[in-house]
């Protein structure tokens, strides 16, 4: 077994799990801690840091849609240019 196999197959658990204990450690020691004024999202006008996060949320949507299409018409063999028939 390589290294690449390994790290792919042992770290999304140990990332799980440490969100898993992570939220349950914040949420007992930290409860009134959690609050949406730390983030902002109350407030009546919009933030240009929201905007932006939002907007780069989108581009990133599109860019992984674009990609993963892609190397679909690749694998696929799409790539090729049909030949007319005369």
């Known amino acids: 077994m390589a290294a690449g196999e ?3 197959d042992v770290v999304p658990y140990v990332v799980l799990a ?3 204990v992570g939220t349950w ?3 007992r020691y930290d409860k009134f801690g959690w609050t949406t004024r730390s983030s902002q999202l109350g407030e009546d006008r919009p933030i ?3 905007i932006v996060f939002i907007l780069g949320l989108v581009l990133i ?3 992984h849609g674009w990609a993963i299409n892609w190397a679909y018409v690749r ?3 799409h790539h090729r240019h049909h030949q007319r028939r005369a």
């Open 48 to 50: 240009l840091g929201h």
């Open 18 to 20: 440490i969100v898993v």
């Open 75 to 77: 694998l696929a063999g």
């Open 6 to 8: 390994i790290f792919w």
């Open 25 to 27: 450690w914040r949420y």
């Open 61 to 63: 949507a599109i860019g």
